[in-house]
Each structure stands twice: as structure tokens, then as C-alpha cells.
């Protein structure tokens, strides 16, 4: 994303974006569609098209419908929106299903085998998702979240989540617990 603290007047770049692209109605002038790859594409009021856009939750993460970032694919932020008011339905529904792709986090419902208890070990899970297995490279991959829930990381950056610990068979439990 773009450093905002480069802001032209002490104007963030992200709010001047959005006075460009937002009209005097306070609807947003872009229009996302989908490319034939079905990748995200933004065509602002001047008719500039953006193709491969990602969409990027920002904080808090609490807060889903709030603080969402359009990103062209250099990295350059387009659009902040702080809220998905003003937004037409069609842009709405493009913007959750891409946010729904870019949240999928499995969450894993039994440990069925550590392979030890040095890493990198492998772990083979049963998720909401069906039965996968992964590798850790640290302990630090494995973080208490809340009183209930754990965040694990995998080698290849992709998260795993345990809701409840209390909800895991007590065998799945101290996989986990020897590691938070």
C-alpha cells in the first residue's frame, strides 16, 4: 500500500482518493467488474481502468464491513473505504466475495498426529474442511488469540484455527496447549 504519511497538505492520500472518487451525493463514482480471469478490476469516474485489484481488510479486524483498502496490483492503495455506505450492490457483493476469499481460515476440529515435539514437525488435522496436514517451522506458529482460540501458521503462510480449545477431545487439546 502506499504511505499515507506522504500526504499533500496534511491530507492523507487515501481521503484525497476518496474526495476523487467519492461524488457530492456521497456515493462512490468506481465501478468494479471482473476480468475474464475473474480477477478484480476498478474503473474510477475518468474511465481509468485497474485490473488484478486485491482487496485488503484493514483494522480492526472486528470490524469487517469497515476500513477496507482497494490495492492495484504495484502495491498502490486506490481507494480506503471507511465504510461500505454509498457503495452500489453490485460493487458490495464483488467486495464480500473477494473478502470472503481472502479470510478462509480452516478450522481444525481434532489433532489427529504431531509428528514430534521439535520443529519443524508435521501436523495432521481434521478441519471444517475436511482431513490436511502441514508443517510448523517454530512454536511461535502456534498463538493464543483469546481465552478460547488459537491461531496456527503453517510453512506456507496459511492459518488454521482452533475456536475452543475446551471443544477439542483431550488428546487434541495437549497437542495444542504444548505449544501455546
Given at each position: 500500500m502506499t504511505n499515507n504519511l506522504n500526504a499533500r497538505d496534511g491530507?492523507?492520500?487515501a481521503i484525497r482518493v476518496k474526495e476523487y472518487m467519492q461524488g457530492i451525493d456521497?456515493?462512490?463514482t468506481f465501478t468494479l467488474s471482473r476480468d475474464e480471469w475473474s480477477h478484480l478490476r476498478l474503473t474510477d469516474s475518468a474511465g481509468n481502468v485497474f485490473d488484478d485489484i486485491s482487496v485488503v481488510p484493514l483494522f480492526p479486524i472486528s470490524s469487517s464491513q469497515q476500513w477496507i483498502s482497494l490495492v492495484s496490483k504495484d502495491g498502490e492503495e486506490l481507494?480506503?473505504?471507511?465504510?461500505?455506505?454509498?457503495?452500489?450492490?453490485?460493487?458490495?457483493?464483488?467486495l464480500q466475495e473477494e473478502?470472503?476469499?481472502?479470510e478462509f481460515v480452516p478450522i481444525i476440529e481434532?489433532?489427529?498426529?504431531?509428528?514430534?515435539?521439535q520443529e519443524?514437525?508435521?501436523?495432521?488435522?481434521?478441519?471444517?474442511?475436511?482431513e490436511t496436514s502441514f508443517v510448523i517451522n517454530s512454536e511461535e506458529d502456534v498463538r493464543r488469540v483469546s481465552?478460547?482460540?488459537v491461531?496456527?501458521?503453517?510453512?506456507?503462510?496459511?492459518?488454521?484455527?482452533?475456536e475452543d480449545l475446551k471443544k477439542l477431545d483431550s488428546r487434541s487439546r495437549a497437542y495444542v496447549e504444548w505449544y501455546v
Open positions: 491530507i492523507p492520500s456521497g456515493k462512490w481507494v480506503c473505504l471507511d465504510t461500505l455506505q454509498g457503495i452500489t450492490p453490485e460493487n458490495n457483493k464483488l473478502l470472503a476469499l481472502r481434532k489433532v489427529i498426529r504431531v509428528s514430534g515435539n519443524p514437525c508435521e501436523w495432521v488435522v481434521k478441519t471444517n474442511h475436511g481465552a478460547k482460540a491461531t496456527i501458521t503453517d510453512a506456507n503462510g496459511i492459518r488454521f484455527r482452533v
